[in-house]
């Protein structure tokens, strides 16, 4: 019975990807946003998130768009892409050289060994008791394990997103691949710091009746780290109306500085529906191992099996295997690691706040009024930052009329041949006027993204012949 199931569900997914035309074909195919095809997407978003008004689907789908493009300006400074702040771990690096001596490249990966040290991972490093090696999924990206959960196991299900949240699983989940279910959105509004309201929560789902919830923790883009109460009262909720958690962990090791300890929702929620995705591309620096794990209840980890790997090379084994179940010297140069790791994103973070002094002086010169125009929310945990242009909302900024976050990456990368994370990417209201950057860049190369911003904004001030050598706006004073 458990064959023809399986058997069922991998022809199921055969024929929706050989039918279905995906938005990934649609956005490398499509040059400019003049031939994008917003009638066909804004009809799709219409069908798959009918609470979703219209201006934030076509945002939305304009955003990654607008992430897609190819720029390959010589100039183009590009801080989009999430990732780590410093090298890999030492640990790593040496295991994976004494690997490429030691290791028959002619033998198949040992992917028993790397799933009983995902287990020891799980059990030790996130308090996760009852997982064993039965409990391992292993692929490339949690993006891939996401694809195959959501395409083999919840084809048909009403999934309920969490947001902000990470666009690609919105994309993935009202575009293509082989859910064929329902996407519905539960939104934290920027107002209350996009903090979860549990009443809310509760009253949502026991209305809604969603399958499944899908949330990240920490938040990629707010890096808001839920507290265990909130987890605790989330896993409770969701148990008492008998509704999935599918939680994606990977920003879980950019949080030694956080004043909320982090812990993962599987310690708190059933585990017969709860499943949690890990990378260790952000904390750990290695995303160039391309491996993520996953622990889910076995069913599930049976169902995809069809469609991961499973596997990676030796060396890629043993790399990983320095973070998943460290000696004692390995367990100490991780501490190290990580400590550098947050002194570096402390510096970044530190350099950025002097950057946005400057420019905000001389926005306040400009529209001849003290504000902090541009803001950094600033976040617990995350190698990234999100930045507020909401006091910008209707001026003219660098020559143009803004109103949404993508209005403000448009401007910058039309302007100053920057880059950046519409806010509107990762479902955020494009009213919030909402960027995220990356800071897996070094600290020359940030420089300079704020260095540009304020060279426009100087033309601007020559060209209005105003003087930005005034007295400092009074929030800047007070600091």
Known sequence: MEFIRNLLSAISNFFSRLFTRSSRYDRKTTQSEKDLPFA???????????????????????????????????????VTAAGGVKEA?????????????????????????????????????????????????????????????????????????????????????????????KVDFFNTPKQSHFHISMSALRQYIEESKPSAIFLTNPNNPTGDVLTESELSDIAEICRQNDTWIICDETFASTTPHTTTPYSSIAKFADPRKCIVFNGFSKGESCANLRVSTMCAPRDVIENIRAHISGTVSNVVAEGLGAILDPDAQ????????????????????????????????????????????????????????????????????????????????????????????????????????????SLAYDNEKLMEVFDRIEQQVD?????????????????????
């Not at 209005?407 to 919030?432: H, S, Y």
């Not at 060209?463 to 004073?477: E, H, I, T, V």
Request: proline share 4%; net charge positive.
């Open 40 to 78: 066909h997407a804004t009809d799709k978003f219409s069908e798959n998130m009918p609470k979703i008004n219209s201006a934030i689907r076509k945002n939305f789908y304009k955003s990654l768009l607008f992430l897609e493009q190819d720029d390959s300006a010589d100039d183009l400074l590009d």
């Open 89 to 181: 771990p030492i640990c790593v690096k040496r295991r994976m050289r004494k690997a490429i001596d030691d290791v028959d490249l002619y033998k198949y990966p040992d992917s028993a060994k790397l799933k009983q040290d995902a287990t020891v991972f799980y059990r030790d490093k996130r308090g996760i008791k009852h997982c064993t090696a039965d409990n391992i999924a292993i692929a490339p990206s949690s993006f891939d394990l996401a694809t195959a959960v959501f395409s083999t196991y919840f084809p048909y299900a009403n999934i309920a997103m969490i947001t902000p949240n990470f666009g690609y699983y919105t994309e993935l989940l009202t575009q293509q691949w082989g859910f064929r279910g």
């Open 330 to 437: 390995e367990k100490q140069e991780l501490v190290d690691h990580f400590i550098d790791n947050d002194r570096i994103i402390r510096h970044k973070q530190e350099s950025i706040h002097e950057k946005l002094d400057s420019i905000n002086q001389k926005l306040s010169v400009l529209y001849n009024r003290s504000d902090q125009y541009i803001k950094v929310f600033k976040p617990e945990a995350t190698s990234v930052l999100l930045l507020d242009f909401r006091s910008l909302y209707n001026r003219n900024f660098l020559g143009r009329t803004v109103k949404s976050g993508y209005d403000i990456g448009r401007t910058l990368l039309d302007i100053t041949k920057v880059k950046v994370v519409p806010g509107e990417a990762f479902m955020i209201a494009p009213e919030d006027m909402m960027c995220r950057i």
């Open 459 to 479: 033309k601007e001030l020559q060209r209005s012949g105003k003087n930005a050598s005034r007295n400092p706006p009074s929030y800047l004073a007070a600091r």
